[in-house]
């Protein structure tokens, strides 16, 4: 997400003569905010209750406000009265007349996705003439081919950016990277899109282990255009830059690579754009399961019983969503419930309902137990006893859930380590609901990333079993 702080004008959207001018700022830690000298006439500068779309200008680029609110006023001492206003989000290359904005395509850089490629566009060559004392290297910028494959509401893509920076003379500069497209058969609301590059950062993060943040996210329709210099509409796209304040972002600089053999599936091993079709057909089904999921990589803190609250209860809905099941047949369930029901004065029949309606839903146990034996490929050798795990672990649950006077207490770090395995477990069994080859993560029962962690699973299992049974 790249910063921005520039002077500009700015109006309220349908109030175009009420003009005035301000500095926009945008940082990943502050959010977008606007500072305007004066009032505009049209809202009230101190009801931070009424949220509007400013629109303005900021060098030669269009800009949009959307969704913002009053954050107060406040008057210099020469009387100079100034008005601030936060938004919600950015677009930058258009001015949005529509209520809800509608795009047809966006192209999203993520961070690590490169390493997830792993397609390297630059080759080097290096001569040295030791006799003659000259050296002699040689830089070359291939541009990779571009992947394309059709899903349900259109097209996705891997393609390569590439730029190159310098004077020629005492530097050069060579740089690519992927990026991801989504083209749609027809345009979408810009909260569809954002859910579907949701998906996108969410299944990078299961397949890398490592939270995972939107670099930069271009949005383009077919009636939207570039403006030439005459003032005439060109031929091209008009790229329209979105931004909005993530919940944890670390600079390109602080950034560290995560190791290839350290991730669970590289892009080839997932299955390549194919599998990122599939992946976009089939993750909506489980959205909110997933969203709750990957919250403990995108939380800038979390408690540790939190966190694995979180995860139990992504597992729990993902297993219901995916796989369902109940303890008796349904038929059978509504018989046995209308008998109590006749059984019970009917003043107390809502309380009943209210504590047995979903008493034939599976226990927590049960759906544990299934999700590690469909994880199995690849955590055979990190759960042996699987029946057993999903008993401490929903034992845990339990206990942090029904909180009481004589709750036990667990250890920051078993519960840390718990909840990793059910990570595991849960992003396994994701990424096989969308078509991840078997035999692909079953290469990974013997990785580095599992094999290290094995010893504090069963000392964390240990640790917890003796805590319940005192």
């Not at 949220?51 to 969704?67: A, S």
């Not at 990779?144 to 530097?171: I, M, P, Y």
Request: hydrophobic share 35%.
């Amino acid at each position: 997400m790249r910063k921005i702080d520039e002077l500009g004008v700015f109006w309220v959207a349908g109030h175009e003569d009420d003009e005035l001018q301000g500095r926009l700022r945008s940082d990943p830690e502050d959010g977008i905010t606007l500072k305007l000298i004066g009032t505009f006439e049209a809202t009230n500068p101190n009801n931070n209750d009424e949220i509007v779309r400013i629109l303005g200008w900021i060098g030669k680029d269009k800009v949009t406000l959307e969704r913002c609110f009053s954050a107060g006023t406040y008057t210099r001492s020469p009387g100079l009265r100034e008005s601030n206003y936060q938004a919600n989000a950015l677009l930058i290359g258009h001015h949005v007349s529509e209520t809800y904005p509608e795009f047809q395509s966006a192209t999203v850089s993520l961070s690590d996705l490169t390493n997830w490629i792993g397609r390297e566009g630059i080759d080097r060559k290096m001569d040295i003439d030791n006799d003659d004392e000259r050296m002699e290297i040689q830089y070359r910028l291939t541009s990779l081919d571009r992947e394309t494959c059709e899903f349900s509401r259109g097209e996705v893509a891997l393609h390569f950016a590439w730029e190159t920076k310098g004077d020629q003379l005492h530097d050069v500069t060579l740089r690519h990277w992927p990026v991801l497209k989504i083209t749609y058969k027809e345009r979408k609301s810009l909260r569809e899109i954002q859910r579907d590059v949701g998906l996108l950062e969410s299944l990078l993060t299961l397949c890398t282990g490592q939270p995972t943040s939107i670099d930069k996210l271009v949005l383009r329709r077919p009636d939207v255009r570039v403006t030439m210099i005459s003032g005439d509409e060109g031929p091209a796209e008009q790229p329209v830059e979105f931004i909005a304040q993530p919940l944890k972002y670390k600079d390109p600089l602080d950034r560290k690579s995560t190791p290839r053999h350290r991730m669970l599936l590289t892009y080839d091993e997932f299955g390549g754009i194919e599998a990122l079709a599939k992946w976009l057909n089939t993750a909506p089904r489980f959205r909110r399961a997933l969203d709750s999921f990957t919250s403990v990589w995108r939380a800038k803190q979390m408690f540790a019983e939190n966190k694995f609250l979180n995860v139990t209860f992504a597992a729990e809905a993902f297993h219901r969503i995916t796989q369902g099941g109940s303890y008796m047949e349904d038929v059978e369930f509504e018989r046995l419930l209308q008998a109590y029901l006749d059984s019970t004065p009917e003043e107390h029949h809502n309380w009943l309902l209210g504590r047995i309606a979903y008493g034939n839903d599976l226990p927590l146990v049960k759906r544990l137990r299934q999700l590690a034996n469909r994880s199995a490929p690849a955590t055979r050798k990190l759960i042996k006893n699987r029946g057993q795990w999903a008993f401490l672990l929903s034992r845990v649950r339990n206990e942090l859930t029904h909180v009481g006077e004589g709750t036990r207490p667990f250890g920051g770090s078993e519960l840390i380590t718990l909840t990793e395995s059910v990570i595991f477990v849960v992003r396994v069994c994701m990424l096989l609901e969308c078509g991840v080859a078997e035999d692909s993560l079953q290469k990974k029962a013997d990785s580095y990333e599992l094999t290290w962690y094995k010893p504090r699973l069963e000392r964390a299992l240990d640790l917890v079993r003796r805590d319940l049974a005192s």
